[in-house]
Structures are given as structure tokens and as C-alpha cells.
């Protein structure tokens, strides 16, 4: 999700910060905090320990809402009759 979501920042030129539940080094619970823009850099690691998969549910829901909204904005207008007789056009002066 949260790749998802950079993606689809970067995409749309924005920027939000994100703080997902998380395991630390030394196997305590931590907060971490992403600033997610055009820039950001992301890893994703797998793990084959049995640790608690800490809750974030809030912040799943957080960036499912953010992410459809971001994806229903987008620049594409339907065209109307003048843009499509302009392109025929633009055709027909290539024959």
C-alpha cells in the first residue's frame, strides 16, 4: 500500500508523510515516519521471523482514502465535436 501510494503521489507531482507501525533492529515497536514526494527513495525488505505484525490499519485506511481521491483527479477532458473535427483534419491533410 504504501508503495502504491508513493507511486501515485509522485505521479500527481504531490507530497504527504505517512507514519506506519513497525518492528525496529532491536525488535521493539516503532513508529516510523515517511515523507513520501517525487524524491523519496522506498525499500521494502522481507523477514522470515515470527515477529507481531503491528497494527496499521489506520494508516491503511488513511492512504486508501487518499489514493482514491488522487486517482480520481486526473488532466484528460472529454472531447467535444470541434477537437475531433479538428483532428480528422490534421488527418486528412497526411493524405
Do not use: C, W
Not at 501510494?5 to 516503532?30: F, K, M, Q, W
Not at 522506498?42 to 523477514?47: I, N, Q, V
Not at 489506520?58 to 477532458?77: C, F, P, V, W
Amino acid at each position: 500500500m504504501l508503495f502504491e501510494y508513493a507511486g501515485r503521489l509522485a505521479d500527481t507531482g504531490r507530497a504527504d508523510t505517512v507514519s506506519i507501525n513497525a518492528v525496529g533492529p532491536d525488535g521493539h515497536e516503532v513508529v516510523v515516519t515517511y515523507l513520501l514526494d517525487h524524491g523519496s527513495t522506498l525499500m521494502k525488505e522481507s523477514a522470515d521471523a515470527a515477529l507481531v505484525i503491528p497494527d496499521n490499519s489506520e494508516a491503511i485506511a488513511y492512504m486508501n482514502d487518499r489514493l482514491k481521491s488522487l486517482l480520481g483527479t486526473h488532466d484528460a477532458q472529454p472531447m467535444d465535436k470541434d477537437d475531433l473535427a479538428e483532428i480528422q483534419r490534421g488527418f486528412d491533410s497526411l493524405r
